[in-house]
């Protein structure tokens, strides 16, 4: 089962111990109506592990993504299992729009946060 998201801003940040790529659906004054926030954490005590955050909903750890493949503004998150806590999704796609704020972000951002999970695609 695929999940597909569409974003309007995507942001880049990085924090002491966590790398955060941030998507964002926005009303026209900023307020933040739905998002996603991709984390790669680095801890002392653990090995790296990406989460993924929907709407104050987080689930995550070593094993989460399989894959990611970009093109474009769309992005392709493979699970290696099926999501429970969103209803057995196994892929979600991103789509965001194509500003050059928001391509910065991705830039920079995507293979900090996702790493070797990357593949394929075209940036």
């Keep these: 089962m695929t999940e597909s998201r569409q974003y309007d801003t995507v942001a880049f940040d990085v924090r002491d111990n966590a790398t955060m790529l941030f998507f964002a659906k926005t009303t026209d004054i900023g307020d933040i109506l739905d998002y996603l926030l991709l984390m790669r954490t680095v801890d002392e005590d653990f090995d790296e592990s990406i989460y993924i955050e929907i709407n104050e909903q987080q ?5 989460l993504i399989r894959e990611a493949a970009m093109t474009g503004n769309v992005m392709t ?3 290696y299992e099926p999501a429970e806590a969103l209803g057995g999704i196994a892929d979600i796609v991103l789509t965001w729009s194509e500003t050059t704020e928001n ?3 991705i830039e920079v951002g ?3 946060v996702l ?3 990357l593949v394929g695609g075209n940036a």
């Design 59 to 63: 689930f995550g750890g070593h094993n």
């Design 77 to 79: 998150l493979r699970l």
């Design 103 to 105: 391509q910065d972000s």
């Design 110 to 112: 995507a293979f900090r």
């Design 115 to 117: 790493g070797d999970t």
